[in-house]
């Protein structure tokens, strides 16, 4: 049952909300809800006027951003001088830097700038710690990262305004996948989108098609045509879901067929220890054995991906079990070989 409060209170209510995070009408409605209090979006239109009209200390400001559909998003920001670097703050900004991939670099480089001028200005708050290093002192590869024109960047920033807003989406078309992320290339269908992924230097969407439930990861460039509806969806039942499906996965790629497996790897010395560093998936498990080798233990699926990523390895690498996984790449092996004892031609 929801109780009577007067409108201090709420404003006090509201207040603990703003602090938390920045949050849209229907999402204070949620909250408030949670709090036994009920209140309509017209009064907390008001509630939130006054706040910004007579309750804001000097060092505070009610800052609201408007994004499509005249959406209303509320933040509440105190001023500070108070802000203290130090050298692990000024490094994890470089790193971030050195980590971005090349499409964000190049694509969104104004953005970039942007954030780069205003942490600049930090550091030259305090000069004991300054050490900025320009862009050809920090630079990274590039290797294997996916490279988009311009017209990616809207269908990028749609994708993400969806999953923020919990909106369905209209998947026209979809061009093939040839890492089989999803099967779904020819029919229209709807979408609940849940996740964004970034993978092997690329964005993915997650979600499930409205239709039969089926769990979907698109590779968001593949994406031919699409539509956003104004139909919200109940994400939180469907996010638990997707994070199921997406261990389920060794990557991203669709698995063969519906089974999880044990799988047992056994791995030589100085490759399992380059291994175990790095993170494959979260059912790792890695163990020396008596030889001096080392065993991966992994609950996943099989797909296209995990066998890859065994033939990257060539032969420092070996399937214990299950047979299965065994056997694909066993048949894979004979693919390739025909094709260069043959001549045949690729497809």
Known sequence: ??????????????????????????????LLKQQNIDC???????????????????NEQLLVAISEHNRKTYRLTTDSDQVVLNKRDIATFQITRSASPIYIMHNRADSMLKFRTVYKSFIKQNSTFY???????????????????ESYDDKIDTIIWCIANYKKIWIHELEKDINNHSKKTNKKFLFNAIKLIFHNGNHFVAGFSVSDSTFIIIDISKIISYEITDRTFNYKDLTI????????????????????????????????????????????VFTKLP????????????????????????????????????????????????????????F
């Open 1 to 30: 049952m929801s109780k009577t409060i007067s409108q201090l209170e709420r404003i006090r209510c509201l207040f603990e909300l703003l602090k938390k995070e920045p949050v849209t009408i229907i999402k204070l409605i949620e």
């Open 291 to 346: 030889n001096g080798n080392w065993q991966l233990k992994l609950h996943c699926g099989i797909n296209r991906e995990l066998i890859s990523w065994i033939f990257m390895w060539s032969t420092n690498i070996k399937i214990i079990k299950p047979l299965s996984l065994k056997n694909s790449l066993l048949n894979h092996i004979e693919e390739m070989k025909s094709i260069y004892i043959n001549d045949k031609k690729l």
């Open 241 to 284: 879901r997707a994070d199921e499906e997406i261990k389920k996965r060794f990557g991203l790629a669709q698995n063969i067929d519906s089974k999880i497996y044990d799988i047992i790897l056994e791995i030589s010395s100085s490759t399992g220890l380059h291994l175990k560093q790095y993170h494959w998936h979260s059912s790792q």
């Open 131 to 149: 050490a900025f290093m320009q862009d050809y002192q920090n630079t990274r590869s590039n290797f294997y990262e996916a490279m988009h024109d």
């Open 40 to 58: 309509s979006s017209r009064q907390l239109y008001r509630d939130l006027e006054c706040i910004k009209k007579y309750y804001l200390r000097p």
